[in-house]
């Protein structure tokens, strides 16, 4: 079969590259034969890295490099690329590794494979009638989990990769707590503290832990904005550019806080700006699809109280926070709030908020992946009794909430500070413990 010269350059130099070693990622991808495994998650997360990873460990297990192929589809050399050409690729691949074929497992990682039309048929075809495993990823909802198992027709099986959590921080910058975390002598108390007080102000995108601090925010600010015009403007052909910004400005500078489209709605329309509602609602998921940001329900049984109260926002990592920020102040607590909120999604967790029935709040209602439930409060201070009192009252026992069949969940309350953690303890209602977010990250299993 004829091909491309451009089709066995890449191949050439993708083999050729020696595979990076990159700060590890608490990940695992569901190890299931026969099914393509989608990379998601927000642009810069570490998607790529992830994949290097994945070809990593499976060099360590016995693959040799030339059975490991890694390609990019935002390679501006592939702009336009028609779907058929993609069997060129494969072709090209094989007569570089003709000993490979049918007899030893390949492994292919696809980078932004969405951008070819008609992939999935490809991907599809490649996984019966070659010996493979396929991994694609992208930024996109093209590549969320029900795009994936719509058009890989049962095929596909997702994994989200974050930004890096409070232990792969730890991580990339090598001072990781070695063996399992428990008892903390105050030395390491201390150093933890330390480091947590750095990652609650950096946050977790990867490229960002080396970044001049001059640049950080235009950094992060670069990120929103790539999220905004490829994955929302471009690809639903928005027009209502400064309704979109508007509405985006909205959600980041409120984070850990109650929205709503009805009544953001009313706010652009007061300020002159002409916009449907039905618009609002089509980029408010659109942007959930790009991984920029996700909204928490109330905990209620009945799904018509779910649509119409207002939702929680949170942004996909902590970091963006002060770069949207309009106060001017050190938002502690709502970064705390955000740091939890994206370690239990990391973790698989099904969230919503909970409401009790005298009008108490409880900022997590967590569902986890074997029914187990636990109710979870986020607190930055807890120094005075009205505030401890509006923490502690929701996870007091006998509490009746809104939504049934919590009443008996575990109980957990988070702040800042070991000290303030010991402190408080003494007085948590029966039930309910209470730990330095720090020291849960790194204990919690992941």
Same mark, same amino acid.
């Given at each position: 079969?004829?091909?491309?010269?451009?089709?066995?350059?890449?191949?050439?130099?993708?083999?050729?590259?020696?595979?990076?070693?990159?700060?590890?990622?608490?990940?695992?991808?569901?190890?299931?034969?026969?099914?393509?495994?989608?990379?998601?998650?927000?642009?810069?997360?570490?998607?790529?890295? !992830?994949? =290097?990873?994945?070809?990593?460990? !499976?060099?360590?297990?016995?693959?040799?490099?030339?059975?490991?192929?890694?390609? *990019? !589809?935002?390679?501006?050399?592939?702009?336009?690329?028609?779907?058929?050409? &993609?069997? $060129?690729?494969?072709?090209? @691949?094989?007569?570089?590794?003709?000993?490979?074929?049918?007899?030893?497992?390949?492994?292919?990682? !696809?980078?932004?494979?969405?951008?070819?039309?008609?992939?999935?048929?490809?991907?599809?075809?490649?996984?019966?009638?070659?010996?493979?495993?396929?991994?694609?990823?992208?930024?996109?909802?093209?590549?969320?989990?029900?795009?994936?198992?719509?058009?890989?027709?049962?095929?596909?099986?997702?994994?989200?990769?974050?930004?890096?959590?409070?232990?792969?921080?730890?991580? =990339?910058?090598? %001072?990781?707590?070695?063996?399992?975390?428990?008892?903390?002598?105050?030395?390491?108390?201390?150093?933890?503290?330390?480091?947590?007080?750095?990652?609650?102000?950096?946050?977790?995108?990867?490229?960002?832990?080396?970044?001049?601090?001059?640049?950080?925010?235009?950094?992060?600010?670069?990120?929103?904005?790539?999220?905004?015009?490829?994955?929302?403007?471009?690809?639903?052909?928005?027009? *209502?550019?400064?309704?979109?910004?508007?509405?985006?400005?909205?959600?980041?500078?409120?984070?850990?806080?109650?929205?709503?489209? $009805?009544?953001?709605?009313?706010?652009?329309?007061?300020?002159?700006?002409?916009?449907?509602?039905?618009?609002?609602?089509?980029?408010?998921?659109?942007?959930?699809?790009?991984?920029?940001?996700?909204?928490?329900?109330?905990?209620?049984?009945?799904?018509?109280?779910?649509? %119409?109260?207002?939702?929680?926002? @949170?942004?996909?990592?902590?970091? &963006?926070?002060?770069?949207?920020?309009?106060?001017?102040?050190?938002?502690?607590?709502?970064?705390?709030?955000?740091?939890?909120?994206?370690?239990?999604?990391?973790?698989?967790?099904?969230?919503?908020?909970?409401?009790?029935?005298?009008?108490?709040?409880?900022?997590?209602?967590?569902?986890?992946?074997?029914?187990?439930?636990?109710?979870?409060?986020?607190?930055?201070?807890?120094?005075?009794?009205?505030?401890?009192?509006?923490?502690?009252?929701?996870?007091?026992?006998?509490?009746?909430?809104?939504?049934?069949?919590?009443?008996?969940?575990?109980?957990?309350?988070?702040?800042?500070?070991?000290?303030?953690?010991?402190?408080?303890?003494?007085?948590?209602?029966?039930?309910?413990?209470?730990?330095?977010?720090?020291?849960?990250?790194?204990?919690?299993?992941?």
């Amino acid at each position: 079969m004829s091909t491309h010269p451009l089709f066995d350059l890449l191949i050439a130099q993708a083999l050729d590259l020696p595979l990076p070693e990159l700060t590890r990622r608490d990940l695992a991808w569901p190890q299931m034969p026969g099914k393509v495994q989608a990379i998601t998650g927000m642009r810069r997360a570490g998607k790529t890295t !992830f994949l =290097h990873q994945i070809m990593r460990d !499976f060099q360590q297990s016995g693959v040799e490099r030339e059975g490991l192929l890694y390609l *990019n !589809f935002e390679d501006e050399r592939l702009l336009g690329l028609p779907v058929a050409d &993609l069997t $060129h690729f494969i072709e090209a @691949y094989y007569r570089r590794c003709p000993e490979r074929r049918g007899k030893m497992k390949s492994v292919f990682c !696809f980078d932004e494979i969405q951008l070819i039309p008609g992939w999935e048929s490809f991907v599809r075809r490649l996984l019966d009638t070659e010996k493979v495993q396929i991994f694609v990823s992208g930024s996109s909802s093209r590549m969320l989990s029900r795009e994936v198992a719509t058009s890989l027709r049962g095929r596909g099986l997702e994994t989200t990769v974050w930004p890096f959590s409070f232990r792969e921080f730890l991580r =990339h910058r090598g %001072v990781e707590p070695k063996g399992k975390a428990g008892f903390w002598p105050p030395a390491e108390v201390s150093r933890m503290e330390a480091a947590f007080q750095i990652y609650l102000h950096q946050g977790g995108f990867p490229e960002a832990q080396n970044a001049p601090a001059a640049l950080h925010r235009q950094l992060l600010q670069s990120y929103v904005d790539a999220c905004l015009f490829r994955d929302v403007v471009e690809r639903h052909n928005v027009t *209502n550019l400064p309704a979109l910004r508007s509405l985006i400005r909205q959600l980041l500078a409120s984070p850990a806080s109650l929205f709503s489209i $009805h009544k953001c709605w009313n706010d652009m329309k007061s300020q002159g700006m002409a916009v449907a509602k039905e618009s609002l609602h089509a980029w408010l998921g659109q942007l959930e699809d790009a991984f920029l940001l996700f909204t928490l329900p109330l905990c209620t049984a009945s799904e018509r109280q779910r649509q %119409v109260n207002p939702r929680k926002v @949170y942004p996909c990592d902590h970091g &963006l926070i002060p770069v949207y920020d309009r106060t001017g102040r050190a938002n502690t607590g709502h970064s705390l709030e955000t740091v939890v909120a994206v370690e239990l999604k990391r973790r698989g967790a099904e969230l919503a908020y909970a409401l009790t029935e005298d009008g108490g709040e409880v900022d997590f209602a967590v569902t986890q992946g074997d029914g187990s439930k636990s109710l979870i409060q986020v607190a930055a201070e807890l120094r005075d009794e009205s505030t401890l009192d509006r923490e502690f009252r929701p996870l007091m026992p006998g509490t009746v909430f809104m939504a049934p069949g919590w009443g008996k969940a575990e109980r957990l309350l988070l702040t800042l500070d070991m000290s303030t953690a010991i402190q408080v303890q003494t007085s948590a209602p029966k039930g309910t413990l209470v730990r330095p977010v720090w020291a849960w990250l790194l204990e919690s299993p992941a």
